[in-house]
């Protein structure tokens, strides 16, 4: 039976980067013409050769070929295993290509999703840049991968799509202190005898806490239980276990704009979904509020408990309870009284469940981030359904440079 043929694609121009970190072109003509071509590792103006690998009715994927006439946007990646790792698939664009696509895709994702005509996408929705912020060594903590053969232990990342390990000597994208900790962690490993797992690592004031956690056996700790990491005039106390913002510059910017529109809101009592250890709730204390948060991990306690005693404040001020809010689709315990402002940062996978206890808790402002363009503008969608809540500001942080990612900031306020 002969091979199926090959079919190629010559000239092809790419327009853009999608959500998901493919590059996007759509042929003018041709049998592909009109339907979307997901291009990974091409870089938009790319001019390009490409073999389709997959076809559906109405999108096709590809390997590049050649890149016939490259990108003026297109720059050399500083990191030697960009194109395998797959963990930073915008590397090879400029600073600008990135913004560019990244505002496209969210106010995009304003018209499919709050029903908004593109005019009123341009003019209401924003990407915010941070002055300073770096693009490079900018994570704190970092998930690798490892794996011991003949005694020596390789820790790295696994490649896109797929369960292959690419080791790695240091991370473009990870803190200084996260790169020079990995031989030290690799030893640590190997001492223990683990085959395979993740390591978490988180850099601080006090060192690099890590946790290994094997295929097979119990996980192990690895320096410092606790360490403190600087956002902005604050620091947050934080474990290899718990969750921290990736990016502290962008984060502290985003937590002052969150300050300000609680200022804005009046002060009471606020509610706090999908807390963590505390990173967002200062923005609330700050302006006033008695704060109900609730968070799935239990570990995160101890660090929102010492960031709320160290600023001095009285344990009534934030009470933090754990609650699995996706699996109830409520808080429980019960908040002490009715919000006149609710703070959610949902995970990725949004948090639906959740949104109509949020609609009916009838609070004056609710606040939203979102690290997650799709599901955010998802879970807006269902806020805002029935005309109760009006959608009043919408932009996106550049959180995750060199990614397809970005961290979205929504504020509603009551009709």
């Known amino acids: 039976m002969a091979a199926p043929e090959r079919q190629v694609l010559s000239g092809l121009e790419v327009q853009r980067w999608a959500h998901g970190g493919d590059a996007v072109a759509v042929p003018s003509e041709g049998p592909l013409a009109g339907a979307i071509v997901f291009v990974p590792g091409a870089v938009p103006g790319d001019r390009v050769t490409v073999e389709i690998v997959k076809r559906k009715k109405r999108w096709a994927r590809a ?46 994702e304003a018209v499919k999703r709050l029903g908004w005509t593109e005019a009123e996408a341009a003019a209401r929705v924003s990407l915010m840049e941070v002055e300073g912020a770096p693009r490079f060594g900018y994570r704190p903590r970092a998930k690798l991968g490892f794996r011991l053969e003949g005694g020596r232990v390789s820790l790295g990342f696994r490649g896109k799509a797929s369960h292959q390990l690419v080791p790695i000597s ?68 934080a474990t290899a276990r718990t969750f921290l913002q990736a990016n502290p510059p962008v984060a502290a910017a985003m937590i002052a704009t969150i300050a300000r529109w609680a200022r804005e809101a009046g002060g009471g009592h606020a509610v706090e979904l999908f ?47 754990r609650a699995d809010l996706l699996d109830l689709g409520i808080p429980s315990p019960p908040p002490r009284r009715p919000p006149t402002l609710i703070l959610l940062d949902p995970p990725r996978a949004g948090a639906s469940e959740l949104m109509p206890w949020v609609r009916e808790a009838g609070a004056a402002t609710i606040v939203m981030m979102s690290c997650d363009v799709a599901t955010g503008l998802r879970d807006l969608a269902l806020l805002a359904e029935g005309g109760a809540y009006r959608v009043d500001a919408l932009t996106g942080w550049d959180m995750f440079p060199h990614t397809g990612h970005q961290e979205v900031l929504a504020r509603l306020t009551r009709v």
């Open 170 to 237: 240091r991370c473009a994208i990870a803190a200084q202190a996260v790169n020079d900790a990995l031989p030290r962690v690799a030893e640590a490993i190997a001492a223990a005898g683990a085959r395979r797992g993740d390591v978490t690592l988180v850099a601080g004031a006090e060192g690099v806490a890590g946790w290994v956690q094997p295929e097979a056996g119990a996980g192990f700790s690895i320096g410092p239980e606790r360490v403190t990491v600087d956002f902005g005039e604050r620091t947050l106390v």
């Open 63 to 108: 390997r590049v070929v050649t890149i016939d006439t490259p990108s003026p946007e297109r720059v050399d990646p500083p990191c030697p295993v960009q194109a395998r790792c797959g963990g930073c698939p915008w590397m090879a664009g400029s600073a600008a290509a990135q913004s560019s696509s990244r505002l496209a895709i969210l106010r995009g």
């Open 275 to 321: 807390a963590g250890s505390g990173a967002l709730t200062p923005a609330l204390w700050d302006a006033g509020y008695d704060v109900d948060s609730y968070e799935l991990d239990g570990a995160a306690r101890a660090g929102y408990e010492a960031l709320r005693d160290g600023l001095g404040l009285a344990p009534e001020r934030g009470r933090w309870s």
